[in-house]
């Protein structure tokens, strides 16, 4: 097994490679990005997932056997540059596709997101399988990359698999321009004693899930036998549901002088579109997806890692 990883210095990638590679051995994982690593971690390649050329030799050269394909342009940059945020986010993973399709690949991720949803999903405990009309490119581009990677899989046999990613919360990285960065973004105010201000409204809800349990769930997925996974589009996928006031409240357990404002920007109609609460039944029920971070105890770990004083549970 070869893994590749296109996107690799992401907030979710630079964590991911790091889990991959704890697992399976530091030479087994290639990170490639379109801009140098700040540290040297193991192999990396220069990429850019929109040259198909040199994403065949890197394939060829390095024997890669499976693919993580977290390269893309979040929900809120996209929209500054809708075309090239198409171009990006759908091209490259078509070019990844029909890759695993000519090499004949073990396994392909392709990371979904619930900007899929829009106006006319249920807003509560949105199910598996309901209406998705995306107000963003980026919504877009991943709601039509999940058909492509059902269509590779019933027409080519691609092994592709996916979850649909909530707001991600983790501590390893800094955000990388999504909707959800506050929740991200206001531990690491906390932890300089700076007011933040949100550009969410104080009760805007939206599924979150922490970045121990995104990996966690990332991993099992691609190791669950063939025969347990129904889903070829992506997996609903969740942990929590929490808004800015909630998460504010919580850290504030912990260092009580923190303080914040809310000044809502063009963010704010994003995450109106987009569903408050995920119902991720059917990934529990095809491969045991269970989350293990709750709100407090996923404050009490983002803050220990950031170097502030936690409160202990009573």
């Known amino acids: 097994m070869k893994i590749l990883i296109t996107g690799a210095n992401g907030q979710i990638g630079t964590a991911l490679a790091a889990a991959l590679r704890d697992r399976y051995g530091r030479d087994k994982v290639l990170c490639t990005d379109i801009y140098k690593p700040k540290e040297d971690h193991g192999p990396f390649e220069m990429l850019d997932i929109l040259n198909v050329q040199r994403m065949s030799e890197i394939i060829e050269d390095h024997h890669i056997t499976q693919v993580y394909h977290l390269a893309a342009i979040l929900s809120a940059n996209g929209e500054w540059n809708p075309k090239k945020t198409w171009n990006v986010n759908l091209n490259g993973q078509l070019s990844i596709l029909e890759l695993a399709h000519q090499y004949q690949m073990d396994k392909v991720f392709f990371p979904s997101t619930i900007a899929i949803f829009g106006s006319t999903t249920p807003k509560s405990n949105t199910p598996q399988h309901t209406a998705a009309e995306p107000s963003t490119v980026y919504g877009m581009s991943k709601l039509a990359g999940e058909l492509w990677c059902q269509y590779y899989h019933s027409r080519y046999e691609v092994d592709v698999r996916s979850l649909r990613y909530p707001g991600i919360i983790g501590w390893q990285s800094a955000p990388g321009g999504g909707t959800t960065d506050y929740a991200v973004e206001i531990f690491h105010a906390a932890i300089r004693q700076e007011a933040y201000t949100s550009y969410l409204s104080e009760d805007t809800f939206l599924p979150m ?74 990934a529990r029920k095809d491969w045991g997806w269970r989350e293990t971070f709750d709100l407090s105890r996923m404050t009490q770990d983002m803050l220990a890692h950031l170097g502030a004083p936690v409160r202990p549970e009573t």
């Open 209 to 282: 899930l922490y970045m121990d349990d995104a990996i966690r769930a990332t991993i099992e997925l691609m190791e669950a036998p063939a025969g347990q996974i129904s889903i070829r589009t992506s997996y609903n996928l969740s942990g929590l549901s929490v808004s800015p006031g909630t998460l504010y409240r919580e850290i504030k357990k912990h260092l009580p002088d923190f303080t914040i404002r809310y000044e809502e920007d063009f963010r704010q109609k994003i995450a109106e579109s987009w569903t408050e609460s995920i119902d991720d039944s059917v």
